[in-house]
């Protein structure tokens, strides 16, 4: 099997290679049925594209506020939460700061970043990446409240954000095909570095740079939505490899073994996305790209369904965020799972 998959990658056959991984293992993992996380008050979870491993045993997400709408609208409502690995929730945060939250990242520090992937220009809000504290302090804004655009201190829908180990800050920008189409680099001070990425599908190109992570290597993966791939760069923008094995990624994590996680919730939802793979989450190698793991979508409809968005902590659960079913599903391993390695 793994010389068929190698074979298939290096032919560029991406559904031969889907189609080897996913019979790897039946359902290595088990789904936790219902609601894992039950919000505060009475709530329901709306649309959550958002979720990352804080690496101190919780996890941290942010949900739109009981719809996908503007967060504003519902002014009393917290977005961002810290939840316990057993579901309990043990803080929240980021009312009134917020229109759309998008992206999600926890630095070094401990810090959580948050990529508002819409704008309010009346109110001035959204178009923004906010860093706060672990306790909710605004420590830092990138981005012209309010306002859309394409400079060197303006975003038009930034999809996510990641902090390298030295500071850097990195923003994946544009939630559209016809959108900025690139991953700005930022130092730790928040000042302008660089940019690449650019409209198109060549290597390098991107169209809807979606979630961002990195490798112990210091590697970054771009989800590089409507082109079906993951792209891999150095930090200074230079294109590494393209990989479309682990199909059609809307959210990526790695984790400290580099154990790939990619969440794929649009392949063959319409007749230009991804035709003829199934939706899931992918989980594999980040220094290799072998694909040792599905968790399988159950809807083989054409409506979106279940995790945008992914992570892990490190006992191996896998979480994912659900934007149509509205959502924070955790995933449990039945036993040892195959390495990628």
Partial sequence: MKNLLKIALLAGAASVAITSASKAQDMPYEEIEGVWAELPDGRKWGSTSTVYY????TIWAAERCGANGNCLDTPDIDPVMQISKDGKILKTFGKGLIVWPHGIHVDPDGNVW???GRGDEERGVGHQV?????????????????KAGKGAYTFDQPCDVLVAPNGDIFV?????????????????????????????????EMYEPHSLAMDSQGRL???DRYNDRIQIFTQDGEFINSWRQFGRPSGVYIDANDILYVADSESNSGGTRNPGWDRGIRIGSAKTGWVTAFIPDPDKGVAFSRAEGVTADDEGNVYGAEVEERNLRKYVPRGTLPSPY
Avoid: C, T, W
């Fill in 54 to 57: 804080g690496g101190d045993g």
């Fill in 114 to 116: 948050i990529a508002d």
């Fill in 130 to 146: 906010h860093k706060f504290s672990p306790d909710g302090e605004l420590l830092m804004s990138l981005g012209q409240a309010g």
């Fill in 172 to 204: 994946a920008d544009g939630h559209s095909p016809r959108g900025n189409n690139r991953v700005v680099k930022y130092n730790s001070k928040g000042e302008y570095i660089m940019e690449f990425g650019g409209d198109g599908a060549e290597f390098g």
């Fill in 221 to 223: 993966f771009v989800a």
